[in-house]
Structures are given as structure tokens and as C-alpha cells.
């Protein structure tokens, strides 16, 4: 099994898209059914919104994919955190907890989105682009990384943890998309 982490490009962006919605278990498909237009093309509002507008967290250009031998297999998108990360003044009431947890760390490199399509689970890859975030946060001068779980995600929280990342902070989680569940949003770091 060959694997390599590169740079998305803008041909990559409904993969983007793909590892938003797969790590935030569909809570941005809202906002892009409404901004799908008279059209409904659901999948084309979020290729725009991962290809169109380069101050959207989740931008092409703050993403990296992995792929094993030459297939897109899972990615991840992050980003430094400054002052001056603000996001749509627009943002749903689900949305909310998880964008002011994803902002708090002024100084680290926050992961905002890690996954890897079902089929290629189970290998290491999201090993592989944790380790590289990690190489990103580094070159970028970050303080450490930074990424948000839902309290029900034991798996991913025992991994984080076995890691060396901690509990930050919390916040409630709320209900969006006929989903229910979590309680509460965990943002979770690792210091350099």
C-alpha cells in the first residue's frame, strides 16, 4: 500500500466537501441545501463552498488528502488560528458552540475537519494526516493542535487522548438535521 499526503487543489473540492461532511456527520448539509438555489444541486453548493470563497474554513486550500496508491482516501483541513478568524455572521444555531470552540485557540493549528472514506478505514491512514497536521502546525509556528469531537465519539476521544491531546473546554451540542445524541462539543489540544 503506497500513501501520499499533498496539498488539495481545486479539483479536489467535492472531496473537501466529502471529509466536511463526513467529520461533522452532515452538519453543514444544511447550509448547503439553502444556498443550493432554485437548482438543488446540494453537491454543487458544497464544492462552491469548498472551492469558491478562499476565507471559508473550509477552503481547498486548507486541505490535504491522502490517497493510497494514487485514490483520494481521506483528508484533513486546518488551519492556524489568529485574531482575525472570523467566519459567516450567518451561522446556524447547530453551528454555533462548534464554531466558537474552533475559534478559541488563538495560536494553535486547529484541525477542523479529519476523515477517511469507509472503505480505507481501518489501515492507519488518519494516523498518517494527524501526524501531518502535526508537521503543519509545526511550520506554521503554531503553539500545538486543536480539533473539536462530539462527546458520544469515544473512539476518536481515545485516540486524541492516547495522542497526548486534553480536554480545553465544552460546549452543548444542538440538535441540527433530525439528529440526536451527543451533549457536547469537546475541544480537545495538544501542546508543543
Request: hydrophobic share 45%.
Amino acid at each position: 500500500m503506497n500513501t501520499r499526503v499533498r496539498p488539495a487543489t481545486s479539483n479536489d473540492a467535492l472531496h473537501v466537501a466529502a471529509f466536511v461532511d463526513i467529520a461533522g456527520h452532515g452538519i453543514d448539509l444544511e447550509n448547503w441545501i439553502r444556498s443550493s438555489g432554485d437548482d438543488h444541486a446540494v453537491l454543487e453548493a458544497a464544492r462552491r463552498a469548498a472551492s469558491a470563497d478562499l476565507n471559508s474554513p473550509y477552503h481547498f486550500s486548507k486541505a490535504h488528502l491522502i490517497e493510497v496508491d494514487g485514490i483520494v482516501a481521506g483528508g484533513l483541513v486546518g488551519e492556524l488560528l489568529t485574531e482575525h478568524d472570523h467566519y459567516a455572521a450567518e451561522i446556524s444555531p447547530a453551528l454555533m458552540p462548534l464554531v466558537t470552540l474552533e475559534t478559541r485557540l488563538v495560536g494553535y493549528w486547529s484541525i477542523l475537519a479529519i476523515a477517511v472514506y469507509f472503505e480505507f478505514r481501518g489501515r492507519g491512514l488518519a494516523m498518517q494526516l494527524l501526524s501531518h497536521a502535526g508537521e503543519l502546525a509545526g511550520a506554521a509556528g503554531a503553539e500545538g493542535l486543536c480539533l473539536v469531537v462530539e462527546d458520544t465519539n469515544l473512539s476518536a476521544i481515545f485516540v486524541y487522548e492516547r495522542l497526548g491531546f486534553v480536554i480545553a473546554d465544552r460546549l452543548p451540542w444542538v440538535a441540527y438535521g433530525g439528529r440526536s445524541g451527543p451533549r457536547e462539543w469537546v475541544m480537545m489540544k495538544r501542546d508543543f
